[in-house]
């Protein structure tokens, strides 16, 4: 399985709470060409899943539009997310071919750098809009293969 990680697109930094935190215009322009660039390059997945978090929905609503489909909300997504809960979340859909999540850092950081076998996760980092691929392989401990990692001012 293709495991699509999306980090939410540029967000208001304040509002009346953290969970409320629109896009900015740049946001919606920066989903809107993660959308375009997974239509184009035949990276449409079966399903999409996001935080539920208004930045993170914004984006995955751009996103889903652009491709066809209907995101789902995933509560796990929310800030806080820790790989073991999101691999059990997904357990159900393993045999699609890709799965796209929309969410948050730190958390994606430390979840790819789990499933890559990085001793430390903050020798990486997952800017805003960003789209990384994880060649998933799930078997007890799940581990994972990098397939690229796009920022979005080069889709």
Known sequence: ??????RHADAEPFSESDFTRALTPKGVDQAKRAGKFLATHDLTPDLIFTSPLVR???TANLVAKAVKLEPSILECLACGM????LMAELRPYSAKASILVVGHE???SHAIAELLGMPNPSQLYIRKASLTAIELFVTDEPTG?????????FM
């Open 1 to 6: 399985m293709l495991l699509l990680f999306l």
């Open 106 to 108: 730190p958390d994606f």
């Open 145 to 153: 293969r990098l397939q690229f990692s796009i920022p979005a001012k």
């Open 82 to 85: 820790d790989l073991d809960t």
């Open 56 to 58: 993170a929905r914004e």
